[in-house]
């Protein structure tokens, strides 16, 4: 075998290993997570926040507790870029989070929620009480199925809930998830 050919062999060998295994050289960090309880008789929040595991990676921990069991769920999501300030970006949804859990019907609210579900104790639909926890969500570039341009974001998240005795829904807990992306 002459030596062009050699070299072709290698070259195309590469080619086809380097396309198996792409090097995506997205990144997405956490950078901040605040919890704000705005109702205390509603909810205790235990733990609220980020922890570094390496430089590259930062995991995801909210922990706390329902104190009365809610009837009916409610969320307000926003997304938000910085740009001289934070500016509405895209995305402003509400979910019935008890008609969501029993069949997802918001195609944005998926997406997040398939991000943190195998992390969450949210699997079962409405009534909740007691514990409520997110733990370890790490999100991976190649798992955010939506092109976002480089960037710092927040996805804030209000949390409305009823009880059995009162039902109008009332905001109790404000949650506010900062990313940076770069693509």
């Known amino acids: 075998m002459g030596a062009i050919t050699k070299g072709l062999v290698l070259f195309l060998a590469l080619f086809f290993v380097s396309d198996q295994y792409q090097i ?3 990144k997405f960090k956490f950078t901040n997570f605040v919890c704000d309880s705005v109702n205390p008789s509603w909810i205790e929040v235990h733990q609220c926040r980020l922890k570094a595991i390496r430089r590259d990676k ?3 921990n909210f922990n706390g507790s329902l104190l009365q069991t809610a009837r ?3 969320l307000h999501g926003e997304m938000f870029k910085k740009a001289s300030g934070w500016k509405p970006w895209l995305y402003n949804v509400t ?3 008890c008609r969501f859990v029993r069949k997802p019907y918001v195609p944005v609210a998926i997406l ?3 991000m943190f ?3 969450s104790n949210f699997n079962h639909p409405c009534p909740y009480s007691g514990p409520v926890y997110v733990m370890g969500v ?3 570039p190649e798992t955010i199925p939506v092109p976002l341009p480089s960037g710092e974001y927040l996805i804030l998240i209000k949390w409305y809930v009823a009880s059995y005795r009162n ?3 009332e905001l109790i807990i404000s949650t506010g998830i900062y990313f940076s992306f770069d693509e």
């Open 24 to 26: 995506n050289a997205s």
């Open 58 to 60: 930062t995991i995801l």
């Open 72 to 74: 009916k769920g409610r």
């Open 95 to 97: 979910v019935d989070a």
């Open 112 to 114: 997040v929620f398939n």
């Open 117 to 119: 579900k195998d992390n």
């Open 138 to 140: 790490h999100v991976f």
């Open 167 to 169: 039902l109008s829904s």
